[in-house]
């Protein structure tokens, strides 16, 4: 079993140009693995914590150095010379290591990108492609397999989705706006669901026709040059959310597509970000919890959305049970910021029904083995998974490869900027290697 011989890490800029935490392992037989961490602009209450200096005369409070420090001191300190046959071994010495319930110490972006770098180093001596790897992690394998032993690599993900494995369908965004964009509609996002591709290179085709005909049309109705928010998505300024929806289905239609045949809609409401005092406020409306899920419904049945994001605020327990009956089974009632991938969350929306789907972020809570515990909470309640990247995003592609190990969707950002790119060139790598389709989306 490989040992590590030094744990290095360094700050980096994201792609918001904010400092970050990229983290390098090194095994004592030469191998070695760097991965980068993501932030969030729109990030849930239960999130662990991102360590931040502070310091107002440097990224105004944003840097990373203590971070960087904790890496390249404490946690290097407690696992150098050390060996760790499992990522769950070495994820548990970087918990013990910090202490606190929310990694508040050490912060989870140091935690977080030292257990990455474990993992791409020890599938990287394993001989494993990472995707592979994460599998095993995700799907309960996570033990070490001599090389030889006639395992199959197509098993870890078969048993994750079914009878054969596949690959994530993508939900890629279209237009932004929220916390993404300024702020000029409410909901954070609308993305475009490739709904009757077969493959990731189809997919990705068709949401370059629909983006390309929304920036025709973003000239065209709001006189405006195709300028784009944090993930990419265009961000004109739409006067309410019913013209952010129709805008999109004009869009799918401008690039010679059917409206939920061919492209579906989803929606990142984020709407933690517009509840005030209990009332959800869209534009001139100020909403209750059930005039919200009425509004919810309005617009599934106007338009062609198969994916509800956040639809109620995060801590509105006792009305998601009602918003996901409403719903039944016609879209996905997608977590977030009510879940933050948190295990403890998640039994919580089990038991009371409160969602069917889980955005997986494993940032929000810090390693690769608390978020597989996660997974498999929502997987064994039969809940669908979006691997979901964040705002703050770097050229690194890990996620991709988490999204396939894990995910029934992945949700990266828009076709446009290298560090959302990264992340779909990988996912075309990863279909030419393996041939595998597309995941079926729900009731397909």
């Known amino acids: 079993m490989p040992k590590i011989h030094q744990l ?65 001191g404490s946690i290097a300190l407690n696992v150098r010379d050390r060996t760790f046959a499992t990522v769950g071994d070495f994820d548990r010495a970087l918990i013990d290591c910090d202490g606190t319930p929310n990694k508040s110490r050490l912060g989870a972006n140091a935690i977080l990108s030292a257990s990455l770098a474990f993992a791409r180093a020890l599938a990287l001596a394993r001989g494993e492609p990472l995707y592979e790897f994460l599998a095993d992690l995700g799907g309960g394998h996570d033990e070490p397999r001599p090389s030889g032993s006639g395992v199959s690599k197509a098993t870890p993900l078969a048993h994750a989705r079914g009878s054969f494995p596949t690959l994530p369908r ?93 492209v579906a809609l989803a929606v990142d409401a984020a709407s933690t970000q517009f509840y005030r005092d209990g009332r959800y406020v869209l534009g001139h409306d100020s909403l209750d919890s059930a005039g919200m899920i009425g509004r919810i419904m309005h617009w599934l049945g106007t338009y062609p959305i198969v994916s509800v994001e956040d639809g109620l605020a995060e801590d509105d327990w006792e009305n998601w049970p009602k918003l996901r009956a409403a719903i039944g089974g016609r879209a996905l009632v997608l977590g977030d910021d009510l879940l933050c991938t948190n295990p403890g969350r998640i039994r919580r929306a089990i038991e009371t029904g409160a969602a069917n789907a889980l955005l997986l972020k ?68 990863i279909e030419a290697e393996t041939g595998w389709p597309v995941v079926r989306w729900p009731g397909q």
């Open 8 to 72: 290095t890490a360094m700050e980096i800029l994201d792609s918001r140009g904010r400092p970050t935490v990229r983290t390098t392992c090194e095994l004592d037989h030469g191998v070695s693995a760097s991965a980068s961490v993501p932030s969030g602009a729109s990030t849930g209450s239960a999130e662990a914590l991102e360590l931040r200096d502070g310091d107002p005369s440097r990224y105004r409070g944003l840097g990373c150095r203590q971070a960087v420090a904790n890496v390249n």
């Open 170 to 262: 993508l939900t890629i965004n279209l237009f932004s706006g929220g916390k993404h964009a300024g702020g000029q509609v409410a909901i954070q996002d609308v993305l475009i669901v490739p709904a009757s591709a077969r493959t990731i290179d189809e997919g990705l085709a068709m949401a370059y026709a629909v983006y390309q005909a929304a920036v025709d049309l973003t000239r065209q109705k709001y006189g405006m040059r195709p300028l784009t928010a944090d993930e990419g998505g265009l961000a004109p300024p739409f006067p309410d959310v019913d013209a952010i929806l129709g805008d999109a289905v004009e869009s799918i239609q401008a690039a010679g597509l059917k409206p939920g045949v061919d």
């Open 362 to 429: 494993v940032n929000q809570i810090g390693t690769l083995t608390e978020a597989a515990e996660s997974l498999k909470l929502a997987r064994g309640a039969g809940w669908r998974i979006t691997v979901s990247a964040r705002s703050g995003e770097t050229e690194d592609d890990w996620l991709a490869d988490l999204a396939v190990a894990w995910g029934d969707q992945i949700k990266v950002g828009s076709i446009t900027q290298s560090e959302r790119l990264a992340k779909y060139n990988r996912l075309l790598a």
